[in-house]
């Protein structure tokens, strides 16, 4: 079985600023998809970026940024220039690659992130 | 396309109620499924379906019930209220297989007193 692990409860960055959330994970899978999702207070889940575990090269969505190091099964997300709308629980998730699995997510516990003035 | 609509927002049930809570998505995806998010806890997968007709248990399926008559409806039924059900649930869709985005219907925050 798969766990995802968030060492960081909760966080805060200043506008303007650049944050870095943690993430580690732990399978014995080789091919995997990797995500971070937002969860802002309107509960809404929103996809921010994604991750396929045989590709070496970070993936990066505008001001987020991916930091992928497979061999340490690490997976850590910079948000930068950060917002006041970037204010949410932020969600580390993986989902195997098996061909024929389901799509089944495995996500960490989350971690709060304030952006303040 | 409306996405992954969730019936209903907020529910209030007793002890021993049985309920349903309503999924349907309109994108046409294979896999369908229902998680519920504690404090603490992030989100955990209670039951989720690859196609019409194939259901299969997730990490937490005890107390709920799911079924896959279509393509574009998942229903969550709980048997026999519980407290410990109290919980925000969510049902996500996406195609199967292929790291596809899955996309998120609103959330229904159940209370069970």
């Known amino acids: 079985a798969q766990t995802v692990t968030q060492s960081q409860p909760e966080m805060s960055v200043q506008e303007a600023e650049t944050v870095t959330l943690s993430c580690t994970y732990d399978?014995?899978?080789?091919?995997?998809?990797l995500f971070w999702y937002k969860q802002p207070p309107s509960r809404q889940m929103i996809l921010v970026i994604r991750q396929e575990a045989y590709k070496q090269q970070n993936a990066t969505e505008n001001r987020f940024s991916v930091n992928f190091q497979k061999a340490a099964k690490s997976f850590s997300l910079k948000i930068s220039d950060s917002q006041l709308g970037d204010t949410a629980m932020y969600f580390c998730a993986f989902m195997k690659r098996t061909t024929g699995t389901a799509s089944k997510l495995t996500f960490g516990t989350g971690t709060r992130l304030q952006v303040t003035l | 396309n409306a996405g992954v609509t969730q019936t209903p927002k907020f529910q209030v049930l007793k002890t021993g109620q049985s309920m349903t809570l309503q999924c349907a998505q309109d994108m046409n995806h294979e896999y369908m499924s229902w998680y519920r998010q504690d404090p603490g806890m992030g989100l955990r997968l209670i039951h989720y379906?690859?196609?019409?007709?194939?259901?299969d248990q997730g990490e937490v399926p005890n107390g709920y019930n799911v079924s896959r008559s279509t393509t574009e409806d998942f229903p969550l039924r709980l048997l026999s209220a519980a407290p410990s059900q109290t919980s925000v649930y969510f049902c996500?869709?996406?195609?199967?297989?292929?790291?596809?985005?899955?996309?998120f219907g609103p959330g229904t925050r159940l209370t069970v007193t």
């Open positions: 379906s690859v196609g019409a007709g194939i259901t």
């Open positions: 996500a869709s996406s195609y199967n297989g292929g790291g596809y985005e899955q996309y």
């Open positions: 399978t014995s899978e080789s091919n995997y998809y």
